[in-house]
């Protein structure tokens, strides 16, 4: 039985098989982890988990595995990395390129939220990085282009955090309606200032939901059971829940809505999706919110129609550009219509904060950590937002002399057929392509593998000249 195993090397020079790990399968240390009964995701946001019998496949001892999380991931996706004994440094905060550019050099695995930047620049300094887990729904601060184009694949969590983001937007609609953040500050300074001039109840309503996903789907069921009528607006024909009907532009919704929500990701069509020209179809008087992202909304154009009093309320929790970490970092420096933002009436201003309950972060530490666990282990990329979704069924006990191989490779004509030629001294149990743009993804379980015929498996897929990485589990 092999007890010796291998890293991923740099093309340029090949590691000896100098690494080690037990074969044995460790009930302890299997993928089985799972959140409590509290704190969970929906089943089909999670990898498959290897059964009872499955054989753990590591590319290293585990303890090789250097693992980086930033912007204080949950102790939930702590744990789950660390049982696998993977070597975790965990920091409260992002980190500015050139200290991210040092700490990145020499980790496997990386996690991050939404302020960490993982560009281009960023990533070519990290040689030996083979995953990144975004602990957040967005992935827009990591360059997947070229992720996916250095083998690098990249995890996320879209759907955990959808009720939190939904139950803020509940909480803002009631909150502008009422005016009671402006009540609550004058009564901080000692002014008693009891009014109903502008204050309304949200029952009969109608709020505006442009993106009719997880959160915006969620949102709309809570609005419904408050008495709201609701429309929504998005770029595929999607059932609505409840009575909610699908309008068919943004401008319908725009002049039918007394209370807009956006729930969109940032492209370059959504780039200032609101801005002067869109603020003029809304109704007069009538609320914004966005919980999305901070270059959905002008925000200078927002100022003014509330100075004017276009548009009565409104409330941000993304900016387009944000502090890195706590404290008074919300100035002009960072964005400099942030005073004349601060000094509006009636608007509510928090600090990216949709996600941000206990709940939410729990089954978001689950979810990523153990897609990167699966992925780290297994090769396995279900849910992967880079790289084509491709698994197997698990590796037994009683497949001792088996090994995985991964190539990741340029989607080009005439691969498969060389890697096949490459793998054809030994039986294909099971194979799995698939393709994603210029990328593909091969994954091979072959068997009666020696432990000496691995160095030359692996060094005759590396030099084939459609090579992105080629990963060699067992």
Known sequence: ?????????????????????????????????????????????????ASASAKQLKPFQTADVKVLLLENVNQTGQSILKKQGYQVEAMKSSLAEHE?????????????????????????????????????????QVDLKYAAETGI????SPFSNSRSVAEL?????????????????????????????????????????????HVGSQLSVLAESMGMHVIYYDVVNLMGMGTSRQVASLDDLLQGADFVTLHVPETDETKNMISTAQIEKMRNGAYLINASRGTIVDIPALIKA????????????????????????????????????????????????GGSTEEAQSAIGVEVAEALVNYVNFGTTTQAVNMPEVTL???????????RVIYIHKNVPGVLRRVNEILGDHNVDKQMTDSRGDVAYLMADISSVNVSEIKDLYQSLEDLGSRIRTRVLY
């Not at 070519?124 to 975004?134: F, P």
Request: contains cysteine; proline residues 5%; glycine residues 8%.
């Open 306 to 353: 509330m100075q004017s009093g276009k548009i009565a309320g409104a409330a941000l929790d993304v900016y387009p550009n944000e502090p890195g970490g706590n404290g008074e970092n919300f100035h002009n420096q960072l964005n400099d219509f942030t005073e004349d933002l601060r000094n509006l009436k009636n608007i509510i201003l928090t600090p990216h904060i």
């Open 169 to 213: 937007m509940i909480g803002e609609i009631i909150a502008l309606a009422r005016q009671f953040t402006d009540r609550s500050l004058e009564l901080h300074k000692g002014v008693w200032n009891k009014v109903s001039t502008g204050c309304w109840e949200v029952r009969g309503k109608t709020l505006g939901i442009v993106g009719y996903g």
């Open 153 to 156: 694949c990249v995890f996320n």
């Open 1 to 49: 039985m092999p007890t010796a195993a291998r890293d991923i090397p740099e093309r340029n020079g090949i590691d000896t098989l100098n690494r080690s790990v037990s074969n044995s399968f460790d009930l302890s240390a299997s993928l089985s982890t799972s959140p409590s009964a509290t704190f969970h995701s929906p089943p089909t946001s999670f990898s498959k988990q």
């Open 393 to 403: 069924r698990s590796l037994t006990l009683e497949e001792p002399n088996h090994v």
């Open 100 to 140: 991210l550019i040092e700490k990145i050099k020499d980790v496997h695995v990386i996690g991050i939220r939404s302020k960490t930047q993982l560009t281009a620049n960023v990533l070519k300094h990290a040689k030996n990085l083979i995953v990144i887990g975004c602990f957040c729904i967005g992935t827009n």
